[in-house]
Every structure is written in structure tokens, then in C-alpha cells.
């Protein structure tokens, strides 16, 4: 069983950065793709960025894109976040997630694993 662990989150002013991490455990990380969601309160849980089982190909929502990157680190098990120029609206709860078999994907039910998540906040 693969467990993912989220950690990195915190308060932030706007305009500050944040670097999330999510470190795997229980399988052979290299061969998942990984993805990175956030769910806001009220509201349902949304894509972020993914990034293939090689790092070769990542994919980001349009309007995150350029202010957020993704990355991993296979020998260490470590899928990364990097959130730049944060806004209130980025406030929400950040989950990692690995899919086992297939590409990368926007559609949350195409995962296989979910982190607990990590709260980031953005004040104004």
C-alpha cells in the first residue's frame, strides 16, 4: 500500500512562495505518476499539476501555470510544489496524489493514492 505524506504548508502573505513536499512510501515511486490538487472550502477539489513517472513531462491548470512548478526527486521518493507570488485565492488544502497505470491526468478519480493534504493560507 502506497502512503503519501504532505508537509510544507503554512501562513503566507500574498505575494510570498511556499515549497510543498510529499514523500512516498510502500511502492516504487518511480513508476507513478504524480499529481498535486488543492480543495478550497465550499468548493471542489481541483487540479494543479502533474508530472510524469520520469519527470519529462509535466502538465499545470492554465491559470497556475507560471507561478507554480512541479518537480520530483525519484531516489528520494519526493514529489515538490513550488507555489511562487501566492494569492488569497491559492488558500486551500493541497493534496498529493500517485497514479499507478496510464498518463498524466487532470481528473482526480484517475488516481490511485491520496495524501492526507496540507493547508496553505495566503492573508492579504
Known amino acids: 500500500q502506497v502512503q503519501l505524506v504532505e508537509s510544507g504548508g503554512g501562513l503566507v502573505q500574498a505575494g510570498g512562495s511556499l515549497r510543498l513536499s510529499c514523500a512516498a512510501s510502500g511502492g516504487t515511486f518511480s513508476s507513478y505518476v504524480m499529481g498535486w490538487f488543492r480543495q478550497a472550502p465550499g468548493k471542489e477539489r481541483e487540479f494543479v499539476a502533474a508530472?510524469?513517472?520520469?519527470?519529462?513531462?509535466?502538465v499545470y491548470a492554465p491559470s497556475l501555470k507560471g507561478r507554480f512548478t512541479i518537480s520530483r526527486d525519484n531516489p528520494k521518493n519526493t514529489v515538490y510544489l513550488q507555489m511562487n507570488s501566492l494569492k488569497p485565492e491559492d488558500t486551500a488544502v493541497y493534496y498529493c496524489a500517485a497514479r499507478r497505470v496510464g498518463g498524466t491526468t487532470q481528473i482526480k478519480e484517475m488516481y490511485d493514492y491520496w495524501g492526507q493534504g496540507t493547508q496553505v493560507t495566503v492573508s492579504s
Open positions: 508530472m510524469r513517472e520520469t519527470g519529462g513531462t509535466t
